[in-house]
C-alpha cells in the first residue's frame, strides 16, 4: 500500500493513463490503470492526513510573507498615506508587511508603511534580518517578492530558503534565481 500512496502523491495533472506512463517509464504492462484505481480506493482518507503530519513534522518550519493595504481614518496631514480621488470619499493607506508561522500559526513579525512610500522587498528583507536565523526555516512568499535581492538576501545572509511564485512565464529567469546556492 506504501507504493501506491506514494504513486498518488507523485502525480501532477495529467490524465491516469499518462502518469502511469511516467512512473513506469512507458512499461504500463506493470500495472493498469484499473488495478490503480481499485488499491487507491482501499487507501483511507486518514491515511494521507498521516502522511501529511509526518511530513510537516520532519521538515523545517514554513514562513509565510504576505503584504495588504488598511485603510484608516482620515489624516490630510499625512500625504505619504494620503488618498483623494475626484469626487470619492478621501481616505489614508497604509500597507501591512506580515510574516506568519504556518506550523504555529502565529504571526512573527509586521511591518506597516505609509503606501505612498510602501517597499515590500525593503520589509521582507527586516524581518529576515529580526528572524532568529539559528532556526532553520522555509520562507514562502507571493508574486512580486521574487527579486535576485531578497533571494540573495535570505539564502546569503541568513542562511534560509526562500520559495517564490515567480511573475511571468520565462522560465530561464527561474532557473537562474535557483542557480544561486548559499555558502553555508
Given at each position: 500500500m506504501d507504493k501506491?500512496?506514494?504513486?498518488?502523491?507523485?502525480?501532477?495533472?495529467?490524465?491516469?493513463?499518462?502518469e502511469m506512463?511516467?512512473?513506469?517509464?512507458g512499461n504500463t504492462e506493470l500495472l493498469s490503470a484499473s488495478a490503480l484505481v481499485q488499491q487507491r480506493s482501499k487507501i483511507l482518507p486518514s491515511a494521507f492526513e498521516d502522511v501529511f503530519k509526518q511530513f510537516i513534522n520532519t521538515m523545517n518550519p514554513i514562513k509565510l510573507f504576505d503584504g495588504s493595504d488598511i485603510r484608516t481614518p482620515i489624516n490630510p496631514n499625512d500625504p505619504d498615506s494620503y488618498y483623494k480621488q475626484g469626487d470619492s470619499k478621501p481616505y489614508n493607506l497604509y500597507h501591512?508587511?506580515?510574516?506568519?508561522d504556518l506550523l504555529s500559526h502565529t504571526y512573527l513579525d509586521a511591518v506597516v508603511q505609509r503606501r505612498r512610500r510602501c517597499n515590500e522587498h525593503r520589509a521582507l528583507c527586516d524581518m529576515?534580518?529580526?528572524?532568529?536565523?539559528?532556526?532553520?526555516?522555509?520562507?514562502?512568499?507571493?508574486?512580486?517578492?521574487?527579486?535576485y535581492n531578497n533571494l540573495a538576501h535570505i539564502r546569503l545572509y541568513a542562511k534560509q530558503n526562500f520559495l517564490s511564485e515567480a511573475m511571468g512565464s520565462d522560465q530561464t529567469e527561474v532557473r537562474k534565481m535557483l542557480s544561486l546556492r548559499s555558502t553555508k
Open positions: 501506491v500512496i506514494k504513486t498518488v502523491l507523485g502525480f501532477s495533472s495529467k490524465s491516469l493513463n499518462n506512463i511516467d512512473i513506469f517509464s501591512l508587511n506580515a510574516l506568519y529576515v534580518d529580526r528572524y532568529d536565523s539559528s532556526i532553520p526555516s522555509v520562507f514562502i512568499a507571493d508574486r512580486g517578492y521574487e527579486s
